[in-house]
């Protein structure tokens, strides 16, 4: 008799769909997937540990290097957190540019996911059609903040400088077209049958599954759990602008990606309200330029990352140097569904759910 | 006598051949060319701009990179079948160029030369039959790998090729059945007797063929056994250089043979639109072989539209739609089409 075993394929950390150095073992009967044992680390910089020996003020790029898709988020969630510990007050008009420049993150974070995840069920149009308006918002990033990428846009009390002449006009003439660009990306995939075929019904998780593993973001709503910290525990400017949250109940990978595309349309809502209603005033607050913080003060924030809930934990030390700094980062978190959303299905399945999950692993690794 | 029997049947096909060779290799370098141009306008960029003019030389400069290239072999790679699978894709792609009718042919310094190689009597059964031998460079290609992911993509390929290929065989036969030979050119004259191109007569069919022939290419959105971002490269992940360069060179061969024979079975070869038709005969003075190569070029251009423009499927999915759909309404169109020949004879008396 001949001996039948499954097969061990690996998958990664050099693939072309892992989004990254993810390694995958997946055990698979013909292209069945009978078990995917995730494999991380491989990004592992030891940011955490790393922050522990920089004041606070230093620490703002380390966070830009975690989840780089989304560089002025993680710096969001970081200066609010140690804004919080500290107790500094921030200036009014601070917290509506950093909501813009927030949701302005969310819209380039989501537009490379919306790109990526399409490349990878094959519809090679798309990367190039999300890249060509990811490239204006990061050239808002660029004039505004210095940098495209890691922007280590936001510093704690505030914003490091006031923003340029005519950025707002700019950010508001992109928002008036971009919704046309959105309808253009649906054109292309919301009805089309192979589309349809491959996301429908393919990475599905139930929301009290979702619950149970932790999952936040997209990965949630989409589950028809309509959880937003952006409206449960408003953070920034975030309680004095009008917005929908999206949420999908069919808990598969085409609700995910209808909750994302909704998500970029409220984020052009919220970018048009913050600058319409931006007030005077200084952009940072007053901060002791020692950024001493008693010790024994313990926070931990939440903010609603393009990726979901990214917590930071910080506990101080009485110097200018946290004691421990913990992110909880949402990819992290949200990989874990990736093993029960794959079992039972085909390789191609695989890569549609890696896509669906939207990690990036420098979040991951951290 | 002896001498012109020479030239009639040995000098003239090899200059045919080497014709058709040199201007299919040049249409392979371009296609590649094109491809990523139209892509690139679909993808609103610019694709090769540097190699000279608007990049027109980049196929030339990608050839001599390719060919320049270290022979890597794995080392657990079975080597002689690793050496012979990209050969037999390009063989079998070429080898079916030898049946394509381009034109009705003419006469020169008092010699036929008819614009196909080979007009057999079996020519379209010769084709199919030479057009899944590529199946074997799949195959093998992946098997010899000794690797893999190229097994998954070798698997993948045998399994879809194959059963396109059924449905592609019965919509052929329908046609078959209408025009009454297999011969390439007698089919192409069997469109001038019925004044029609056959995709007119054979709606169904053609819709059938274009996608068969898509699947039977290994192209988006049927291009599983290479799913680059689930197989890496499928079959042909451990191939570089220049073998990797056989397989895209046979793969964008086949797309020309199945460009042809589309051509040749449904839009009437070298004919022009409604060939008795009076209406249409100005039409005349764009020469057949040249109405040959447009139509040719349409389905190319289609099979990159495509490629623009569609996810792809899923190998579940893919053989769902090769078995459950195409095949049965495949045999269902061939059915229909005998019984209506049957009626139309009864009433010719």
Redesign the interface.
Known sequence: MLDIRE?E??MGPQ???THGVLRLILYLDG?TVVDCKPVMGYLHRGTEKLMETRNYYQNVPFTDRTDYLAAPYMNLGYVEAVEKLAGWEVPERAQYVRTAIAELTRIASHLLWLGTH????????MV??TM?EREVVLDFFESALGDRLTTSAFRPGGLRRELPDGWIDAVLAFCKTFPDRIDEYEA??SR?R??L??TVGVGVISGQDAIDLGLSGPMLRGSGVPYDIRKEMPYAAYDKVDFDIAVEEECDSYARYLVRLVEMRQAVLIVEQCLDALPEGPIQGKVPKTHKIEAGREVYHVVESPRGELGYYIVSSGTGVPYKCKIRAPSFVNLQSLTPMSIGR??????TIIGTLDIVLGDVDR | MSTELLIQYGVIPIIQILVVMIVVLTVVAYGVYAERKI?AF????LGPMRVGPWGLFQPIADGLKLLMKEDLRPSVADSLIFVMAPAILMLAAFSALTMVPFGEGTTMFGYEVPYVIADVNIGILAMLALSSLSVYAVVLGGWSSNS??PL?GAL?GAAQMVSYEVALAFTVVATLMIAGTMSTVGIVEAQRELGAWFFILQPVGFVIFVICMVAETNR??F??PE??????SGYFTEFSGMRWAFYMLGEYAAMIVMSCLAVTLYLGGWLRPFPNSELTAFLDVIPGPLWFVLKGFMFMYFFMWI???????????LMTIGWKVLIPISIANLFFTGIIILLVQAAAG
Do not use: C, F
């Open positions: 097969m394929l690996n693939h072309p769909s292209e399409a490349m990878d069920i094959g519809a090679q149009t190039l059609w060509r292309l995939l089309n192979i589309w075929a491959r085909l390789v191609a399945d695989v890569v | 892509l679909i993808h609103s960029r893999k992911y998954i993948r988006l959105p291009d599983l799913a680059e971002t689930e197989l890496v490629r623009g423009t569609y996810p792809r499927y899923r190998y579940d999915q």
